[in-house]
Structures are given as C-alpha cells and as structure tokens.
C-alpha cells in the first residue's frame, strides 16, 4: 500500500547529542519530500523540502536531510540538539500521480533532555 | 508580511450542528488546501481550492465542503457534525496548484460535544 512510514513514534536524546528521525515512503515515482515540526497548539513550520538534484538538503534551525532513492527514505538529521528542539515532526510526501496534495506520516515526538 | 491565518482558534460544536471555518493565505499565494489532523495523527488532506474551484479531494465524506473568494481565502464547512469530526483543522496555502512548497496556519481546534 502506498504510504509514509515515520517508524519512531517517540525519540528522546540528550541536548548537545546528535539526531536522527527515519522516514520510509513507499509510491511508484520519486515524490517531492518534506519535514515539517509542530509545537505543542501550534501549525506547522516547514524544516526543509527535496525536489531533485542533491540529495543531502539543508534546512532552517540547523536541521538536514538525505534522500536516499534505493532504500524509499528521507532521514532527518540534526548534530547537535537543543532543548527548544522538543516538538513533533512529521514527514510528507506529495506524490506525483496524486497532484501536489501531502501525504504525511504519523509523525515523530522528541523529547529533549537536559 | 502576514503568514496564513485562520479563525477562529478554538471551537466547541454540538453533534448534529454546522461549522464553517475560515482562512486567509500568505500573501502572493492563490491556492488554498485544508487538512484534517486528529489527536495522535498526521495531518489528513481533506481538499484544495485554486481559481474559486475545488480542484482535488481527499476521502472525506460530502459532509465536508468548501468555498475559496475572489481574494484568495477560504471556508471549510462541516455539516451535521460527529464526536469523530472533534480534530485540529490546518489550513496551507500555495502559491499555485503546483506549488509543492505548503505554508501552514496556526489551525483551528474544534471540539464536538
């Protein structure tokens, strides 16, 4: 079935240690590819997008992403976590057969500990 | 320069009532999609309004309908309102029916009773 798949339903790492959120989507064609975070009773904030060319993208608050065509993934990554980073993030995807409508994963809960 | 807003933040409905919920894009962009996002859940995509038409739709009952205005912004109405309809509502606008790039509104939370 086609889908997002964020395998973490929660993540807790320590400030100042690395991060790194998965996200596996599974359509026929390579779709555009997104992160978005969310604040508690917030909206949401997009963190970086891939279209095409480089595969490693670089986003806003210090976070990247790397699209990897063979494994169906777009990982999340940050060096270096800072408390204000504790949200959720979500992966969506918006696959091309289906216009530019996203698709989007159940999303990840990160919790930062001091 | 003014980001998505929707209105109103918060709402408390009655099973069997109407909501009517509103947006207004970013500025410069002219297409506008609603989502659905229940609690513990990513957001859903309920539909997507460009040039005053709905232009796709996502597997939501026709309970669930919209309107898009000259100036860009939008309505999402539910009628005869579900203790399931209870969900944050996100509106995104676009700078056109292909524009991938999707900015969010802070989204209105309804509360069915």
């Known amino acids: 079935a086609q889908s997002v798949t964020q395998p973490d339903i929660h993540i807790t790492v320590s400030e100042g240690a690395s991060l790194e959120l998965r996200c596996n989507y599974s359509?026929?064609?390579?779709?555009?590819l997104f992160w978005y975070v969310q604040s508690p009773g917030q909206g949401l904030q997009l963190l970086l997008k891939?279209?095409?060319?480089?595969?490693l993208v670089q986003g806003i608050k210090g976070f990247e992403a790397e699209f990897k065509r063979s494994q169906s993934s777009f990982n999340l990554r940050k060096p270096s976590v800072h408390w204000s980073d504790a949200a959720e993030y979500f992966c969506?995807?918006?696959?091309?057969?289906?216009?530019?409508?996203?698709?989007f994963g159940a999303g990840t809960i990160l919790r930062v500990k001091s | 320069d003014a980001g998505v807003t929707q209105s109103p933040t918060h709402l408390i409905k009655t099973r069997g009532q109407q909501v009517t919920l509103r947006c207004s894009p970013k500025?410069?962009?002219?297409?506008v999609s609603w989502y659905q996002q229940a609690l513990g859940q990513g957001p859903q995509f309920i539909f997507q309004y460009y040039e005053e038409e709905e232009r796709q739709r996502g597997n939501f009952p026709d309970r669930f309908s919209g309107h898009q205005f000259p100036n860009y912004s939008s309505e999402l109405n539910v009628n005869a309102l579900l203790l399931g309809d209870s969900a944050l509502y996100l509106c995104?606008?676009?700078?056109?029916?292909?524009?991938?790039?999707?900015?969010f509104g802070p989204g209105t939370r309804l509360t069915v009773t």
């Open positions: 359509y026929g064609a390579t779709p555009y």
């Open positions: 891939y279209f095409s060319g480089d595969t």
């Open positions: 500025s410069g962009h002219d297409t």
């Open positions: 969506a995807v918006a696959p091309m057969e289906y216009g530019n409508k996203l698709v």
């Open positions: 995104a606008s676009s700078s056109d029916p292909t524009g991938f790039e999707q900015y």
